[in-house]
C-alpha cells in the first residue's frame, strides 16, 4: 500500500498545480496562454512560475507531513481519507494564494497598475510578482 499510496499522492499532486495553473489564467485578468505563446511574454511566464512554484513549496510541505503513521496498517479507508485531505488543503493554498497576491495588488504595490506592468510594459514587477508569490507560500 506504501507505493500505491505514493503514487497516488503524486498523481494528485500533478492534477492539483494543473487545476491551479488553469485557475491562475481564468482570474488573472488577460488571456495568459496567448501571453505565453503568442507573445512571448517573460514577464507573465515569470509571475505564474512564481505562483506554480510557491503552490509546489505547500504541495511538498504537504506531501511531507506523516498524515498516516504506519502504512502497513493503514487500511484503504485512512489513505483515501488522507488524500482527500490533502485535495482539501491544496484548493486552500491556491485560494490563500490568490488571496495574498491580490491584497499585494491593492494594498503593497498599489501605486502599479500589475495588469499594465505585466502585459504592455512587460516590466521588471515581473519578479516582484514571482517573488511574492513564493513568499507568501511559506
Same mark, same amino acid.
Given at each position: 500500500?506504501?507505493?500505491l499510496y *505514493?503514487?497516488? &499522492? =503524486? %498523481? @494528485?499532486?500533478a492534477? @492539483?498545480?494543473?487545476?491551479?495553473r488553469?485557475f491562475?489564467? +481564468?482570474?488573472?485578468?488577460? *488571456? @495568459?496562454?496567448? /501571453?505565453?505563446t503568442? $507573445?512571448d511574454?517573460?514577464? @507573465?511566464g515569470i509571475?505564474? !512560475?512564481?505562483f %506554480?512554484?510557491?503552490l509546489?513549496? =505547500?504541495l511538498?510541505?504537504?506531501l #511531507?507531513?506523516d498524515l498516516?503513521t504506519d %502504512?502497513e496498517?493503514a /487500511?484503504a479507508a485512512h489513505?483515501?481519507w488522507? %488524500?482527500i485531505? !490533502?485535495?482539501?488543503? &491544496?484548493f486552500?493554498?491556491i485560494?490563500?494564494? +490568490?488571496?495574498?497576491?491580490?491584497?499585494?495588488?491593492r !494594498?503593497?504595490? +498599489?501605486? !502599479?497598475?500589475? $495588469? +499594465?506592468e505585466l502585459v504592455q510594459d $512587460? &516590466?521588471?514587477?515581473r519578479i516582484t $510578482?514571482?517573488?511574492d508569490h513564493?513568499? *507568501? #507560500?511559506r
Amino acid at each position: 500500500p506504501e507505493l500505491l499510496y *505514493d503514487i497516488c &499522492s =503524486v %498523481l @494528485v499532486a500533478a492534477g @492539483v498545480l494543473l487545476i491551479g495553473r488553469v485557475f491562475y489564467a +481564468k482570474l488573472a485578468g488577460y *488571456d @495568459v496562454d496567448d /501571453q505565453l505563446t503568442e $507573445r512571448d511574454n517573460p514577464a @507573465v511566464g515569470i509571475a505564474l !512560475f512564481g505562483f %506554480l512554484a510557491g503552490l509546489l513549496c =505547500v504541495l511538498g510541505a504537504l506531501l #511531507s507531513t506523516d498524515l498516516v503513521t504506519d %502504512l502497513e496498517e493503514a /487500511q484503504a479507508a485512512h489513505l483515501t481519507w488522507d %488524500l482527500i485531505e !490533502f485535495v482539501v488543503y &491544496s484548493f486552500i493554498a491556491i485560494a490563500l494564494l +490568490k488571496t495574498a497576491g491580490w491584497i499585494n495588488d491593492r !494594498f503593497i504595490l +498599489k501605486g !502599479f497598475e500589475n $495588469r +499594465k506592468e505585466l502585459v504592455q510594459d $512587460r &516590466s521588471k514587477l515581473r519578479i516582484t $510578482r514571482g517573488r511574492d508569490h513564493l513568499t *507568501d #507560500s511559506r
